[in-house]
């Protein structure tokens, strides 16, 4: 397993498949006793179009959940982007059951079948450079505002479920009455473009390809000086975000909303740690900030006595 800044002790794996799972139930069972005597902690989401997820662990207990995984019925091919984390960034384990591993809500779209062309990251630069490639990130608004491709569009959703609407309104602004140009799409890790650009074919668009392996890949092989990355990638654990090389990057997260935290944004008069932001501030009334306070004094205490308090652990992802 070559992961990077391998002095650190945790690594972190994210890892999808879309494969026909029969059998959900069956797979989450065998999966949650085999994390937890293992010590893995993170999400994973089961679904009858594959599974999705994020975890951490020692080496040797990620290898084992990995090579558990790759036996499960068309699961042999699924790889897994890795990283290093100095802790554990998961305080629990979530193995989940839903409709989807990534929510779209379209369910006429088969990605598995209709995905678009895979582009490695060590060719992306030239795909999007070419004159008249139109080029869409299709993470959250508030992942994008950590950094994004230069010149990519921002949908300014607030979940993936908002992106058909996007493209159905401003597809005439995008595309004009001609044939559709070149599309490129890149999003975290790839699963999202995976289902996007399947829909975008359903659509009608032709010539639409993805960024493989996601953003996590391409800062991972892509050498600082060749990159057209600006900024740090989001990830949805207490990492926040990372930099090229996959290292930690240096946003923090605000534990009332979730919402990235970078250094200007904390000398903001309405940010407290672990109760607002000035981006979530006015959402949240007296009390709640009042509750926010007190579990933030708990998980402080928690981690003087060595532990972990529960509500330190993150939500899924939308």
């Excluded at 997820?53 to 790889?79: F, K, N, R, W, Y």
């Excluded at 409709?99 to 079948?113: A, N």
């Excluded at 505002?145 to 996007?166: L, Y």
């Excluded at 600006?230 to 930099?243: K, N, P, T």
């Amino acid at each position: 397993m070559t992961t990077p800044e391998t002095n650190l002790p945790i690594c972190v794996a994210a890892l999808y498949k879309f494969v026909p799972v029969e059998d959900c139930a069956a797979m989450q069972a065998g999966l949650v006793q085999l994390c937890q005597a293992l010590g893995v902690k993170g999400t994973i989401i089961l679904a009858p179009e594959g599974i999705n997820g994020t975890i951490a662990g020692t080496d040797a207990a990620i290898e084992a959940v990995l090579a558990h995984i790759q036996q499960l019925p068309g699961c042999a091919s699924l790889s897994a982007k890795f990283s290093r984390a100095p802790a554990l960034p998961f305080h629990r384990l979530k193995v989940r059951v839903k409709r989807e591993i990534v929510t779209m809500g379209q369910p006429d779209i088969d990605p598995l079948r209709d995905a678009g062309h895979y582009v490695p990251p060590q060719d992306w630069n030239a795909l999007v450079s070419e004159p008249g490639t139109i080029l869409i990130d299709t993470r959250n608004d508030y992942e994008v505002a950590v950094g994004s491709f230069a010149g990519a569009i921002n949908p300014g959703t607030q979940s993936f479920r908002e992106f058909p609407a996007w493209f159905r309104a401003e597809r005439e602004r995008l595309f004009g009455q001609g044939t559709p140009p070149k599309v490129a799409m890149f999003c975290t890790g790839g699963i999202r473009c995976e289902k996007s650009t399947a829909f975008l074919k359903s659509e009608g668009v032709e010539e639409v390809y993805h960024l493989e392996g996601g953003i996590l890949k391409y800062l991972e092989v892509v050498p600082p000086e060749q990159s057209l990355w600006q900024g740090e990638c989001f990830v949805f654990d207490q990492r926040v975000s990372l930099e090229h090389g996959l290292t930690m990057g240096k946003h923090d997260m605000c534990f009332a909303c979730r919402r990235p935290v970078n250094e200007a944004e904390r000398l903001s008069p309405l940010f407290e740690e672990g109760v607002s932001c000035s981006a979530c501030h006015e959402e949240r009334s007296d009390a709640q900030r009042a509750s926010y306070r007190e579990r933030h004094r708990q998980m402080k205490l928690a981690e003087i006595r060595g532990g972990a308090h529960v509500g330190a652990a993150l939500p899924s992802t939308k």
